[in-house]
């Protein structure tokens, strides 16, 4: 990551009641904003979600001059052979961390927390349990938090 670039940390999983449309067009509007504003968004897993927002922000960094090696880092738990296979090539946009959960973080919800702690700001869409944690480890941070609230899910609470 280049120091002094602002970082966003997008956390987001699809929830019932709310179409993949409506999901995707929040993801590209997400990215967008993130690469035009100079920021650089922390994907944390190869959801549905997270594959959209890298995807659209490749877009977008190729209209704004933009390596996506600077504008988008993934933070795998698990070792880099967990990942070599991936079945999707949008996981391979950006820069890719692989974090080893086990050994130094123990739990998915010490890594949540360690995510938050090295971000400015972190955007939630829908989710579940973990987009719950991630909103509360963000508040007791004290990291701007923006959910996205219409897609239902964690967010909406």
């Known amino acids: 990551m280049i120091p002094g ?19 995707d067009a929040y993801c590209r509007e997400i990215a967008y904003a993130v690469v035009e504003n100079g920021c650089s968004v922390l994907l944390s897993g190869p959801g549905a979600l997270d594959l ?16 996506p090696a600077e504008a988008v880092h993934w933070y795998f738990a698990g070792a ?8 999707d090539p949008r996981i391979g946009i950006g820069s890719r961390f692989y974090l ?5 973080y123990g739990s998915f919800a010490r890594l949540r927390t360690c995510l938050v702690e090295k971000v400015d700001a972190v955007i939630t869409v829908g989710g579940r349990k973990g987009v719950q944690d991630v909103i509360e480890k963000a508040m007791l941070a004290r990291r ?6 219409v897609t239902g899910g964690a967010s909406l609470d």
């Not at 922000?57 to 933009?66: I, L, T, V």
């Not at 080893?100 to 130094?104: A, H, Y």
């Open 144 to 149: 701007p938090f923006f959910p996205v609230a």
């Open 80 to 87: 880099a052979s967990e990942q070599t296979n991936a079945p």
């Open 5 to 23: 670039r602002r970082k966003i940390l997008f956390h987001g999983s699809e929830c019932e009641g709310t179409s993949a449309q409506t999901l």
């Open 52 to 67: 959209s927002v890298a995807e659209y922000a490749r877009q977008a960094c190729e209209k704004n001059g933009r390596s």
């Open 100 to 104: 080893r959960l086990k050994d130094n």
